[in-house]
Nanobody, 128 residues
Framework: EVQLVESGGGLVQAGGSLRLSCAAS????????IGWFRQAPGKEREGVSC????????FYADSVKGRFTVSSDNAKNTLYLRMNMLKPEDTAVYYC?????????????????????WGQGTLVTVSS
């Protein structure tokens, strides 16, 4: 069973930075997409950033391009999301997500209905 545990959320002022971590375990196949979704109050969940292990492609939502960077440390089985120049509209619960299979990152990150596993989420609050 895939398990995803997020950490690193918190309160930060606009313009600040945070780094989220996702400790992952239980993977049994080499091909998968892993990444981050978020859900703001009153809004639907949206894909923020994902990585595909098949082709190493990455996906970023337009709203975070140039500010967020996704990376992984395979030795530690950990996924990261570095968030710079944070804005109040980035306030949301951030979830680590996983999908098993062969696919470019964008195809999976664009729709939450494909995902196989979710973490419990970590809250990011950006004050103005």
């Amino acid at each position: 069973e895939v398990q995803l545990v997020e950490s690193g959320g918190g309160l930060v002022q606009a313009g600040g930075s945070l780094r989220l971590s996702c400790a992952a375990s239980g993977f049994t196949f080499d091909d998968y997409v892993i990444g981050w979704f978020r859900q703001a109050p009153g809004k639907e969940r949206e894909g923020v950033s994902c990585i595909s292990t098949t082709d190493r492609s990455t996906f970023y939502a337009d709203s975070v391009k140039g500010r967020f960077t996704v990376s992984s440390d395979n030795a530690k089985n950990t996924l990261y999301l570095r968030m710079n120049m944070l804005k109040p509209e980035d306030t949301a619960v951030y979830y680590c997500v996983y999908w098993q299979g062969i696919s470019p990152a964008e195809a999976i990150c664009s729709a939450s209905t494909y995902l196989d596993a979710w973490g419990q989420g970590t809250l990011v609050t950006v004050s103005s």
